[in-house]
């Protein structure tokens, strides 16, 4: 029985890593857009971007910051 193809989520999950990883509620949303790994782009405490809000602009997020809930937040598919 073949595996069920994965979702393009899922996928990128999988393919890209992330330069940090912290137990920020961030990295359960699907709109967190996190830094690749070597990319060198962002601020050193900058962990990724929220894609929704202040939309067409990315919101970044840094590694300190505590967001204990947000409007935009909806989990990862």
């Given at each position: 029985?073949?595996?069920?193809?994965?979702?393009?989520?899922?996928?990128?999950?999988?393919?890209?890593?992330?330069?940090?990883?912290?137990?920020?509620?961030?990295?359960?949303?699907?709109?967190?857009?996190?830094?690749?790994?070597?990319?060198?782009?962002?601020?050193?405490?900058?962990?990724?971007?929220?894609?929704?809000?202040?939309?067409?602009?990315?919101?970044c997020i840094g590694e300190?910051?505590?967001?204990?809930?947000?409007?935009?937040?909806?989990?990862?598919?």
């Open positions: 029985m073949s595996e069920a193809m994965p979702t393009p989520t899922e996928f990128l999950n999988k393919v890209l890593e992330a330069e940090k990883k912290t137990d920020h509620i961030c990295w359960k949303c699907q709109h967190f857009k996190w830094v690749i790994k070597d990319s060198q782009l962002p601020p050193a405490d900058i962990i990724g971007w929220c894609k929704k809000i202040h939309w067409p602009f990315y919101w300190n910051e505590v967001i204990k809930e947000c409007y935009a937040f909806e989990p990862r598919k």
